[in-house]
C-alpha cells in the first residue's frame, strides 16, 4: 500500500512541476524559490534551476519510471518510523533531491540538512507535494544544524567535509560520498552533433557538478578547432560574471606562467591540470591507444563519477547525457535505495 501511494503522489508532483515548466499552472512559492535561489547564488540562474526541475521532473517522477524503480524491492518497501538523516550538498539545484526520494520510496523518514547554496528550491518543492497528500508532511523534517544521534546517514560534501562526516557518524550505517569528476574520451570519430552535445555534459551547471565533464581524453594529434567550434554555441550557457571572472583569471595566470593553453573564447584547454581543474578551464589529456585510457583509468578510478563515449565499468553514457540519470544511476555507483532496506 505504502509504495502504490508513493508512486501515485510522486508521479503526481511531476506532472505539477511539468505543468509550471509549461506555463499551463502558476505556483508562487516555487516561483519565489527560484528567484530566492538565485540571490543566494549567482550560479543558480534561471536557465540552470528550470534544466533540474525539468530533468528531476522527467527522469525521476514519471509514473512508470518510480513503478520499475521500486518494482525490484516491493517485498521490502514499508512505512517505518526509522529515519534517514541527509546532508545535501550545494554545488548544483536540488542537487539531493535523489537522496531524498531514494529514503522516501524506502518508506523511511528522512531528516535532511540542506546545504546554505541550495535551500530554497526543496522547500517548495516539499510544499506542493504535501498539497497533493498532507501525509508527507510528517515523513520529511528540514533542520539547520548537523543532525545528531542519527539511526543512518546519507552525506556528500568535499574531501574535508567527507572525512568529516565520515568521523562524526563512523558508528551509524551510512553513505558518505566526498568528490568526483567525470571525463569524455574522444576518438575523432564524432559527428558535429555528437560534439555539440558534449556541450551539454561540459557547460550546463557551469562545469561545477560531479557528473559534470570537466576533462576530455584526446588522441595525440587531435584539432582542438574542430571541437572549439561545436562548443562555441554553450557561450550563453555560462553568463555568468563569476564564471566570466574565473575564465579570465585563469587566462591570465597561464599567460604569465607561460604555460600551454588554448583559449575557446569562454574558457581555456589546459593541459594535465588538477582533477577537476578551475572553474573556466577544461582539462586535456592526450593518448596514444587503448592502453593509455585504460591505464588514466585505473590511476583516477576512485575518483571519477562518470565517464562520457566510452564503455566504462558496463556503463555507456552517450554525449549529452551525463546530466540527466535515471533513478537507477546512484552517485558513485552506491545502490542508496538497497542500502536503506537492508541496513533498517
Request: proline letters at 4%; aromatic letters at 14%; glycine letters at 6%.
Amino acid at each position: 500500500m505504502y509504495r502504490q501511494v508513493f508512486i501515485k503522489d510522486f508521479s503526481q508532483l511531476g506532472r505539477n512541476l511539468k505543468s509550471f515548466l509549461n506555463e499551463e499552472i502558476a505556483y508562487l512559492p516555487l516561483s519565489s524559490a527560484i528567484d530566492d535561489a538565485f540571490k543566494k547564488n549567482p550560479f543558480f540562474t534561471m536557465q540552470m534551476q528550470l534544466t533540474s526541475l525539468d530533468a528531476i521532473a522527467t527522469n525521476f517522477l514519471s509514473k512508470d519510471a518510480l513503478a520499475v524503480w521500486t518494482e525490484p524491492y516491493a517485498g521490502l518497501i514499508e512505512e517505518r518510523d526509522f529515519c534517514v538523516s541527509i546532508v545535501m550538498a550545494g554545488n548544483l539545484p536540488l542537487v539531493g533531491f535523489h537522496d531524498l526520494l531514494t529514503v522516501l520510496a524506502s518508506g523511511r523518514r528522512a531528516l535532511v540538512k540542506m546545504s546554505c547554496k541550495d535551500s530554497s528550491l526543496l522547500p517548495a518543492i516539499m510544499e506542493s507535494l504535501c498539497s497533493i497528500n498532507h501525509y508527507w508532511a510528517d515523513r520529511i523534517t528540514f533542520t539547520e544544524s548537523l543532525p545528531e544521534n542519527v539511526e543512518m546517514i546519507i552525506a556528500t560534501g568535499g574531501e574535508k567535509a567527507s572525512q568529516y562526516f565520515k568521523n562524526i557518524y563512523s558508528k551509524v550505517p551510512g553513505i558518505i560520498r566526498g568528490s568526483k569528476f567525470s571525463i569524455a574520451v574522444i576518438t575523432g570519430r564524432e559527428s558535429e552533433e555528437d560534439l555539440k552535445r558534449l556541450g551539454k555534459d561540459i557547460f550546463l551547471y557551469f562545469g561545477l557538478g560531479c557528473r559534470s565533464v570537466s576533462s576530455l581524453l584526446l588522441p595525440v594529434d587531435y584539432e582542438l578547432s574542430k571541437l572549439t567550434s561545436a562548443l562555441s554555441q554553450f557561450e550563453n550557457y555560462v553568463k555568468c560574471d563569476f564564471y566570466r571572472a574565473a575564465y579570465r583569471y585563469q587566462k591570465a595566470i597561464s599567460t604569465v606562467s607561460g604555460e600551454w593553453f588554448e583559449d575557446g573564447g569562454f574558457f581555456i584547454y589546459k593541459r594535465d591540470t588538477t582533477t577537476p581543474p578551475p572553474l573556466g578551464v577544461v582539462g586535456i589529456y592526450l593518448y596514444s591507444d587503448i592502453k593509455a585510457i585504460e591505464k588514466y583509468f585505473l590511476i583516477h578510478n576512485e575518483s571519477i563519477q562518470c565517464v562520457v563515449n566510452y564503455n566504462y565499468n558496463n556503463s555507456y553514457i552517450e554525449p549529452g547525457k551525463s546530466q540527466y540519470p535515471v533513478l537507477e544511476e546512484y552517485a558513485d555507483g552506491i545502490n542508496s535505495l538497497e542500502f536503506i532496506l537492508k541496513n533498517s
